[in-house]
Nanobody
Framework: QVQLVESGGGLVQAGGSLRLSCAASGRTFSKSVMAWFRQAPGKEREFVSSINWSRSNTYYADSVKGRFTISRDNAKNTVYLQMNSLKPEDTAVYHC?????????????????WGQGTQVTVSS
């Protein structure tokens, strides 16, 4: 059974940092694109960042560019999201996703596997 389990969320003040992790089990995703999405209350799930298997291509939403960094450790089947200079508008549940079947990696419907998410709350 494939599982993606996120961790590292929490409550942080504006300007602070958090590092999210997403550990995969049940199969290897070492050759798969992996991504982070987030969903705030009352809003649609939105793309945050993606990374290909070789780490040569990373993409970011404009809203997080320059503040967030995605990385991965294929040996550990894990993807990370380093979040710096956090803002209250970053508050959301953050989900990792893996193994897209479409080439537009910014689309939530492109991904086959999802984690249940970790809450990130940024206070002002």
């Amino acid at each position: 059974q494939v599982q993606l389990v996120e961790s590292g969320g929490g409550l942080v003040q504006a300007g602070g940092s958090l590092r999210l992790s997403c550990a995969a089990s049940g199969r290897t995703f070492s050759k798969s694109v992996m991504a982070w999405f987030r969903q705030a209350p009352g809003k649609e799930r939105e793309f945050v960042s993606s990374i290909n298997w070789s780490r040569s291509n990373t993409y970011y939403a404009d809203s997080v560019k320059g503040r967030f960094t995605i990385s991965r450790d294929n040996a550990k089947n894990t993807v990370y999201l380093q979040m710096n200079s956090l803002k209250p508008e970053d508050t959301a549940v953050y989900h990792c996703a893996a193994d897209p079947w479409m080439s537009d990696y910014s689309l939530a419907r492109a991904y086959r596997y999802w984690g249940q998410g970790t809450q990130v709350t940024v206070s002002s």
